[in-house]
């Protein structure tokens, strides 16, 4: 499943089968593994977010996510939350991805994970512009333990952009 395919759901406590929110965006740790989802918020100034932690998501699916309880719903400190999926200064999307000895392979437009795996990054989308995604598709980039997310860029091992795959990755879709 693409991370980008959770922005914008429906969020349901399965107690009260009560609508919480929709998914504004994807909290990640900074060993690549997804820590849980941000909730739209109505304080536009605030210093905090509303969250839900992975461990509190019951399920989800292509219409919503389900959540335990309300009381599943935290304020977390912005400036705690190490990386984000599609908003603030430590976003994934839309970053470029180059390897170690230099080379621009293109940049993040998604995120894969596996649902049977759990939280577990997978692979990266990359986009290689809009003309080229139109001519040749999007190519997705297998996750290594050797990718790193730095202030401005993904650094990946050399001989990377051999290894992006053709197509976007269907697996567990």
Known sequence: MRLQELIGLSVFDVEEGKQIGKVLDVLLSSDWKIEGIELESKGLFSSSIKAVLWED???????AV?????QAVRKMEAENIQLTFVLGNSKLRELPVLTSDGVMIGHVSDVYFDQEL???IVGLEISDGFISDLMEGRKWLPFTSEMTKGESAIIVPPLSEERLEKGIYTANE
């Open 57 to 63: 998501i019951v399920a989800y699916g292509e219409d």
């Open 66 to 70: 389900m959540i335990r309880n309300q």
């Open 118 to 120: 759990g939280n577990t």
